[in-house]
Structure formats: structure tokens, C-alpha cells
């Protein structure tokens, strides 16, 4: 359903009293959870005192359906009020006027700020578009939006292994002895990790409402071995970015796009039905060609992720020190995120050395560390393609409270052809 014609205008003060209708049927629940009445005489006096300036009427095809109060503050528009009636909510016109908002912004070299009731569901609304949570007050959650700061951005990282050269890790192609077995000149970093790295750009690039209402499709070209010198480059003309890994040689190793909002393949992927996480059992069946199945939804995974993990992964796998991912919001890392795939497969089978090829990702919420998630996915297909074994499974990273917050499309290659 697309969102339906609405229109902004200025408020008409003869319109007060419908407006604060609106107000009431938009906000008495939530006052009265928070403050334990919704005291009509306060309330009226309050809104006749507050008539902003600049107050704007929000019309839906050409009805009276709510108001938006904004204000210019330093480095930011302030969003004071966005309220639509309840039966105009859940059609998208409260998203549509935020993105205009923040579009206005971003044009401006502003970002923008809001506050919310901590008892009010529209956060999550903010935090799918990028809003994060910078402090709080006993009843309200203060929120900013970053606007993209660049067109081009890019970050050098020396290669290394991050984890223990062994070949009795979980995928041993990670080190230097299975690698050497199967013609790599050394170890071959996981594929993950080196997307990850991308992460810096692309926040500057796209801003923190990527990390919640953005995507990315990238290919690994090239194996990356420890000791390289890798540059992330991300390059944005208009929509969407260009994204490449260049290796010393300046070959692309990873290539793709990425970009804000929902990715035109987003429709594709499919979402899991299965979401109530199962422990492993003691033994699995091997994936082979035979064995693999067909759009069949695997066992769903439990992954607690805490907060000392969330910074762990960031400094010490990602080499990033922002705030984001290790201080007070505890932002799960997107590399993280992306990791979460192979796992999931190997939850249901188990299979030897393997070679990641695709990854899709769609971020759909903020991903908050501090709980455990369940990891739920779809088993596509498996096929042969140039003597590899390949296979692509769709995925959805849950919150504890079911929120989805990623979901993904994971093409490997299970079973690697021997070297000739």
C-alpha cells in the first residue's frame, strides 16, 4: 500500500480545538501510562499557552489529520511535535514527513533532534530512521539524527586474522595450513570481517540512519590474506554508494553498492515464519548437494550478544573505537551482523572449508546489544558452479522483543573444488 496524498500548511488558530482533538486521541494513552491520569484541565491550559510559532497543519488527502511543530536549533531542526491522529497512523505518512525533514536538513548541513515518551511505540519509527538514543529524562528518550557529511570517504586497514591460525577452527580455510591445501598462498581473512571495515565510510557517507534504514550488496572478488594493505573506498552520487576493497595491488577484493532506505531487492528475500530459537542438537546431518533442501526454514538460533561483547567485536575484530559501537548506545557492529549467517547454517548442518561469495544486507531497526537475539533463516537452494558446491540462505536477525533487525541473503561455497 502506498502512502496516500497528504500536505503540510500552516495551522489556523480557529482550528485549535480540532487540533487539540487530535492531540488528545493521539496522546491520552500515553500521558496517562506515564504520569497516571491524563488531566484534561492541564492539558487544556498547556495548549493554549504553547501555540508555537509556525506550526504546521498535516493534511491526508485534503483531511485535517495532525500537526508538526518544528524549530531551528543549533546544528539541528528540532522535530517539537509530530502527531497524527490514530486513524491515519500506520499508513506512512508520519515517515514520509520525517524523511522530508530530515532531507531539508541534510541540504542545510543540519541534523535533527526529537524526544519521545518512553512509553510511546513511535520510537522504533524514529529509530528506522535513523534516530538513536543520545540521553534521557525519567519519562522521555532524547533522540538525534546525523545528516551524511560526504560524498566520498575511505579508511586504510592492515589485514590480520581475527582468530586463531588453526586448522581446527570452525571454517579452517581461515588458516594458513587448510588455505595452503587448497592453492592460497596464506590464511584467508574472513570475508565479514574485511565487509565490515567499510563501516566507517559509510556512516560518513550515508550517517547513523544507515545503520537502521540502509543496506549494502557486496561480492568477494579476491581472497584477502593478513599483512595487506586494504583501502575501503565508498563513493555516493546521489542515491546510491559505490563500494570497493581495493588490496594492494589496487584490485577490488569485495565490490558492491549500498545505500539509505529499502533496497530494490529488499522484496525478494525471504521472511522466516520460524522465529522460536532451538538449541543444536549433539549431532547434525552434513550438507552436500544430496542433503541440502529447498526452501525449507532451518532450526532458528540463540545468540546472546552482551554489551562488553558489542565492544570487544568493534575494537578488537573492526579496529573501531566510535562511541557508537562501544559506549552508550551499544550499537551492534553491522560486521557482526553480517557473521551471523554462516552460524546459523551450521546450526541445522555442518560442512568443511568455506568460501563466502555474497552478501546482502538490509538494516530494518537499530540492533542493540545487552540481550540475545535469535538468528532465523530460510535454506534457498544448493548448486554446482565451477566444480563449487554453492548455496544461499535467506536470514532475519530478531530482538528480543521480535523486532526484525536485519534480514539477509548469504551466498557460500560449502564445499570449495580441489586445486587442479
Not at 579476491?222 to 599483512?227: A, E, K, W
Request: with cysteine.
Amino acid at each position: 500500500m502506498g502512502v496516500p496524498g497528504y500536505g503540510l500548511r500552516p495551522a489556523r488558530r480557529e482550528e485549535s480545538e480540532a487540533l487539540y482533538a487530535i492531540h488528545r486521541a493521539a496522546m491520552e494513552r500515553y500521558v496517562a501510562e506515564t504520569w497516571g491520569a491524563w488531566d484534561e484541565v492541564f492539558q487544556r491550559r498547556f495548549w493554549a499557552e504553547s501555540w508555537p510559532p509556525g506550526r504546521q497543519a498535516i493534511l491526508v488527502d485534503g483531511e485535517l489529520a495532525g500537526f508538526l511543530d518544528l524549530a531551528e536549533r543549533p546544528g539541528s531542526i528540532w522535530v517539537g511535535n509530530i502527531e497524527i491522529h490514530p486513524r491515519f497512523q500506520g499508513l506512512g505518512t508520519g515517515s514520509a514527513i520525517l524523511r522530508e525533514v530530515q532531507r531539508d536538513a541534510s541540504t542545510r548541513g543540519l541534523g535533527a533532534t526529537l524526544q519521545v515518551l518512553k512509553v510511546n511505540p513511535a520510537r522504533r519509527l524514529y529509530e528506522r530512521l535513523g534516530f538513536r538514543e543520545t540521553g534521557q529524562t525519567d519519562t522521555h528518550y532524547q533522540m538525534a539524527w546525523e545528516a551524511p557529511m560526504q560524498q566520498t570517504a575511505e579508511r586504510t586497514v592492515l589485514a590480520f586474522l581475527d582468530g586463531e591460525d588453526s586448522p581446527t577452527i570452525s571454517n579452517p580455510i581461515h588458516s594458513t595450513e587448510v588455505a595452503g591445501q587448497y592453492g592460497f598462498r596464506a590464511a584467508l581473512v574472513g570475508g565479514v570481517t574485511v565487509y565490515g571495515w567499510f563501516t566507517p565510510p559509510l556512516l560518513e557517507v550515508f550517517g547513523e540512519r544507515w545503520l537502521s534504514d540502509g543496506w549494502a550488496d557486496v561480492r568477494f572478488r579476491r581472497p584477502v590474506f593478513p599483512g595487506d594493505l586494504m583501502t575501503a573506498r565508498v563513493a555516493c552520487d546521489g542515491g546510491e554508494a559505490e563500494l570497493k576493497m581495493l588490496n594492494p595491488e589496487g584490485a577490488a577484493a569485495i565490490d558492491g553498492t549500498a545505500g539509505l532506505g529499502r533496497a530494490a531487492w529488499f522484496t525478494e528475500l525471504t521472511e522466516t515464519g520460524r522465529r522460536a530459537a532451538e538449541p543444536r542438537p549433539e549431532t547434525v546431518e552434513i550438507l552436500t548437494l544430496e542433503t541440502a533442501p529447498e526452501m525449507t526454514e532451518l532450526r532458528p538460533m540463540p545468540v546472546p550478544f552482551s554489551v562488553e561483547d558489542a565492544g570487544a567485536y568493534a575494537r578488537q575484530k573492526q579496529l573501531d573505537e566510535s562511541s557508537r559501537f562501544a559506549g552508550a548506545s551499544y550499537l551492534v557492529h553491522p560486521g557482526w551482523i553480517a557473521a551471523r549467517m554462516t552460524p546459523l547454517v551450521k546450526h541445522s548442518y555442518t560442512y568443511g572449508p568455506a568460501i563466502h561469495v555474497r552478501t546482502q544486507v538490509q538494516h530494518l531497526a537499530p540492533a542493540r546489544a545487552g540481550q540475545t537475539f535469535t538468528v532465523a533463516g530460510t535454506f534457498l537452494r544448493a548448486y554446482e558452479q565451477n566444480g563449487h558446491h554453492m548455496a544461499e540462505v535467506d536470514g532475519s536477525l530478531l530482538a528480543e522483543d521480535g523486532t526484525e533487525c536485519a534480514r539477509l541473503r548469504h551466498t557460500t561455497i560449502f564445499r570449495i573444488r580441489p586445486p587442479k
